[in-house]
């Protein structure tokens, strides 16, 4: 039962931000677990720290204009919302895809916010992106895209005010030609974004840190229900930078990966997902998931990427996108027996899908906790770049594991503090707010 005052907050982010569903869902999903924070803490209703914090500080909207191969120009939008600083410089990805629109990017970086809380590193929230869509552009395409998005971008950003890194669309290849751009418009070489290949200040573990997190949280999350990784079947959907590094570190703890899928269809392997050659497929030539069974003919290609839930599975790892699973996908995972559900994609579960599976029981890792491990180690490449100095793979890897264990332990307690013992979507929405609201109100009215 929501209070008179959580109802009223809701009831303004839902008239103030009309055309923008998925933020809605984000700010209800947060703004409905602070029920029992506002009860004990009346201070944060009256210097109204939900109502700011649901408000982004700054949107920055822009043209990008470029030229295609053929000569022709085009137009994209560009977008960077700076949603929080109280914690630090701002902080969250870009995604280049065609479905992004300003609702989206709010919905991510307000996300964003108790995401990067919870990793209790010094950075604030953001999140940005572009309408551009990198499949089937050349890299000549790609590179002059970059190049007029970072000329939009760049007077906005720095390394001690908003620091962007990759998300869907957005690899090492854009971090290059988005970095190489910011160098050469401010003359200056500084860990502006994170994610940049290892030659020019890149960390190591990066590149795997979303999906070896979130196998390290998930192994927390079967370790109180008593069990490990060994011999578990492990559905993960996606194909993309979380998806084969989660199935990478599952495969080397003793679990069996035998699905992953792209935006069009999904592939079975019971012998056990072949990584070498997805990673061939997906990073090298970048193409389709469905060429799998030419090299794997005892795998299966099915159209549709939704049909991924059916197959039966212990653990399930939803690594592709927003919505991707919704109440029917729940019920159907639940009744073959699923025990764990953690969210590598942001906001992978409807909210239906996520009531379903605590109703069940079923372990549910929510992503702002689950998939942390990337922008945790994106604060590490931070600190590297600002010592001027490159820890070793060993080195990140520690920090990173000991960074999951402590999220999960920071859900957990707070789960348990505020009277809900197991649910870690409340968890993580109450200790990433609390820490964000204690430094807002340290800060006064800003
Ligand atoms: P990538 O672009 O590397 O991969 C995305 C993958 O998801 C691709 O395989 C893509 O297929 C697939 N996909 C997209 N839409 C669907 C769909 N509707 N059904 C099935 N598959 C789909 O992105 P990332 O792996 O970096 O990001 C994946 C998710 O993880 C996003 O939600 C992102 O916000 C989140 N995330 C990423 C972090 C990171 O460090 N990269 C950090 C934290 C969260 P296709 O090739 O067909 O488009």
Same mark, same amino acid.
């Given at each position: 039962?929501?209070?008179?005052?959580?109802?009223?907050?809701?009831? !303004? %982010? %839902?008239?103030?931000?009309?055309?923008?569903?998925?933020?809605?869902?984000?700010?209800?999903?947060?703004?409905?677990?602070?029920?029992?924070?506002?009860?004990?803490?009346?201070?944060?209703?009256?210097?109204?720290?939900?109502?700011?914090?649901?408000?982004?500080?700054?949107?920055?909207? =822009?043209?990008?204009?470029?030229?295609?191969?053929?000569?022709?120009?085009?137009?994209?939008?560009?977008?960077?919302?700076?949603?929080?600083?109280?914690?630090?410089?701002?902080?969250?990805?870009?995604?280049?895809?065609?479905?992004?629109?300003?609702?989206?990017?709010?919905?991510?970086?307000?996300?964003?916010? =108790?995401?990067?809380?919870?990793?209790?590193?010094?950075?604030?929230? #953001?999140?940005?992106?572009?309408?551009?869509?990198?499949?089937? $552009?050349?890299?000549?395409?790609?590179?002059?895209?970059?190049?007029?998005?970072?000329? +939009?971008?760049?007077?906005?950003?720095?390394?001690?005010?908003?620091?962007? !890194? #990759?998300?869907?669309?957005?690899?090492?290849?854009?971090? /290059? =030609?988005?970095?190489?751009?910011?160098?050469?418009?401010?003359?200056?070489?500084?860990?502006?974004?994170? #994610? $940049?290949?290892?030659?020019?200040?890149?960390? *190591?573990?990066?590149?795997?840190?979303?999906?070896?997190?979130?196998?390290?949280?998930?192994?927390?999350? *079967?370790?109180?229900?008593?069990?490990?990784?060994? /011999?578990?079947?492990?559905?993960?959907?996606?194909?993309?930078?979380?998806?084969?590094?989660?199935?990478?570190?599952?495969?080397?703890?003793?679990?069996?990966?035998?699905?992953?899928?792209?935006?069009?269809?999904?592939?079975?392997?019971?012998?056990?997902?072949?990584?070498?050659?997805?990673?061939?497929?997906?990073?090298?030539?970048?193409?389709?998931?469905?060429?799998?069974?030419?090299?794997?003919?005892?795998?299966?290609?099915?159209?549709?990427?939704?049909?991924?839930?059916?197959?039966?599975?212990? %653990?399930?790892?939803?690594?592709?996108?927003?919505?991707?699973?919704?109440?029917?996908?729940?019920?159907?995972?639940?009744?073959? +027996?699923?025990?764990?559900?953690?969210? /590598?994609?942001?906001?992978?579960?409807?909210?239906?899908?996520?009531?379903?599976?605590?109703?069940?029981?079923?372990? =549910?890792?929510?992503?702002?906790?689950?998939?942390?491990?990337?922008?945790?180690?994106?604060?590490?490449?931070?600190?590297?770049?600002?010592?001027?100095?490159?820890?070793?793979?060993?080195?990140?890897?520690?920090?990173?594991?000991?960074?999951?264990?402590?999220?999960?332990?920071?859900?957990?307690?707070?789960?348990? @503090?505020?009277?809900?013992?197991?649910?870690?979507?409340?968890? @993580?929405?109450? !200790?990433?707010?609390?820490?964000?609201?204690?430094?807002?109100?340290?800060?006064?009215?800003?």
């Amino acid at each position: 039962m929501s209070s008179v005052f959580i109802d009223s907050v809701l009831s !303004a %982010v %839902v008239s103030r931000n009309p055309a923008e569903p998925e933020f809605i869902q984000a700010a209800r999903e947060v703004i409905e677990s602070l029920d029992p924070v506002v009860q004990k803490k009346p201070e944060i209703v009256r210097l109204k720290i939900v109502e700011r914090i649901v408000e982004p500080e700054r949107q920055v909207l =822009f043209r990008v204009p470029w030229v295609d191969d053929k000569g022709q120009v085009q137009i994209n939008r560009g977008f960077r919302v700076q949603f929080n600083s109280a914690l630090g410089p701002y902080k969250g990805g870009l995604r280049f895809h065609p479905s992004v629109n300003l609702g989206i990017i709010k919905f991510l970086g307000f996300e964003q916010v =108790f995401k990067n809380a919870l990793t209790v590193t010094p950075i604030g929230g #953001g999140k940005g992106g572009s309408d551009f869509d990198p499949k089937g $552009k050349s890299d000549s395409e790609v590179m002059r895209f970059c190049q007029s998005f970072m000329s +939009g971008l760049f007077r906005h950003i720095g390394p001690d005010t908003d620091v962007p !890194a #990759g998300d869907i669309g957005v690899g090492g290849r854009e971090i /290059g =030609f988005l970095y190489g751009q910011y160098k050469k418009l401010t003359n200056s070489f500084t860990g502006v974004l994170t #994610g $940049k290949g290892l030659t020019y200040g890149g960390s *190591l573990v990066r590149t795997e840190a979303t999906g070896y997190g979130l196998v390290y949280f998930t192994s927390r999350m *079967l370790q109180d229900r008593g069990t490990d990784w060994q /011999g578990k079947r492990v559905v993960i959907s996606g194909s993309g930078n979380v998806a084969i590094y989660a199935a990478e570190k599952v495969q080397s703890l003793g679990g069996k990966v035998i699905a992953l899928s792209d935006s069009n269809g999904y592939i079975v392997d019971e012998e056990g997902i072949d990584l070498a050659t997805v990673k061939r497929i997906k990073e090298v030539e970048r193409g389709r998931v469905k060429e799998y069974v030419e090299s794997r003919p005892k795998g299966s290609y099915t159209e549709g990427c939704i049909g991924i839930w059916t197959v039966p599975c212990d %653990v399930a790892l939803p690594c592709a996108t927003q919505n991707e699973l919704d109440g029917n996908a729940a019920d159907i995972l639940i009744k073959n +027996g699923c025990i764990a559900v953690a969210e /590598g994609a942001n906001m992978p579960s409807s909210p239906e899908a996520v009531e379903r599976f605590l109703e069940a029981r079923v372990s =549910f890792g929510p992503a702002k906790a689950a998939n942390a491990g990337g922008v945790a180690t994106s604060a590490l490449e931070m600190c590297q770049n600002s010592m001027r100095l490159s820890w070793t793979f060993e080195e990140v890897d520690v920090k990173l594991h000991g960074i999951m264990d402590n999220i999960y332990a920071q859900c957990r307690d707070a789960s348990e @503090a505020y009277g809900l013992p197991g649910n870690l979507v409340a968890g @993580a929405n109450i !200790a990433g707010f609390l820490r964000v609201a204690e430094a807002m109100m340290a800060q006064g009215v800003v």
